[in-house]
């Protein structure tokens, strides 16, 4: 049974800063892995998405990265700003193509 | 280009009843998921629908069901509503293998008091 972990679960930057969500996943026989945002009350807005044979994908201020021999993908947002204050949430879809499975999210909150 | 619409954004019903939530996919996508999200947790996979069957199942009693129509919208049905179906509730359309992602929908908001 896959299960996906995101740490920290909570994380304050002051704007401008650099920072680093995480994401760890149990079975590494993945299809892909995706990167979302939610805001508060309001559905999944994908941010990127990294197939199993990728290492990277890039997005204006975001790169995903993907390591699947540890089980582990991180999301980098450079200069961060408060309107990326949001919840940040990983899922991992495994080879049956079927479901994907949600980590509990990062809360970000970037002051200004 | 309307992305997936989902209906209605909130709802309250009581203890016992029965509610249907509708979903209408993003244009080309032929695949329908239900998940239902928990205050503070990641949404939780309810089942997959594909040609109108489903594909997929989560970890949900059977008073969980769902429906897909021939134009791919779907629709998820919840008997005997129980306090703790309390959730967001969201659809996300997907089309062909798993080479894509999902594309969400805003969410239904159900209350059960």
């Known amino acids: 049974k896959q299960e996906v972990t995101q740490i920290p679960a909570a994380l304050s930057v002051p704007e401008g800063e650099n920072l680093v969500l995480n994401c760890s996943f149990t079975?590494?026989?993945?299809?892909?892995l995706q990167w979302f945002r939610q805001d508060p009350g309001k559905g999944l807005t994908s941010l990127l998405l990294i197939q199993s044979s990728q290492r990277e994908q890039t997005s204006g201020r975001l790169n995903a990265s993907l390591d699947k021999s540890s089980g582990r993908s991180t999301l980098y947002i450079a200069a961060s700003q408060p309107g990326d204050s949001a919840t940040y949430l990983c899922?991992?879809?495994?080879?049956?193509?079927?479901?994907?499975?949600f980590g509990d999210g990062t809360t970000l909150t970037v002051k200004p | 280009d309307a992305g997936v619409t989902q209906s209605p954004t909130h709802l309250i019903k009581t203890r016992g009843q029965q509610v249907t939530l509708r979903c209408s996919p993003k244009s080309g996508h032929d695949t329908v998921s239900w998940y239902q999200q928990a205050l503070g947790q990641g949404p939780q996979f309810i089942f997959q629908y594909y040609e109108e069957e489903e594909r997929q199942r989560g970890n949900f009693p059977d008073r969980f069901s769902g429906h897909q129509f021939p134009n791919y919208s779907s629709e998820l049905n919840v008997n005997a509503l129980l306090l703790g179906d309390s959730a967001l509730y969201l659809c996300?359309?997907?089309?062909?293998?798993?080479?894509?992602?999902?594309?969400f929908g805003s969410g239904t908001r159900l209350t059960v008091v």
């Open positions: 899922a991992v879809r495994g080879y049956n193509a079927g479901k994907s499975t």
């Open positions: 079975d590494s026989a993945i299809y892909n």
């Open positions: 996300a359309s997907s089309s062909g293998g798993a080479s894509y992602g999902y594309t």
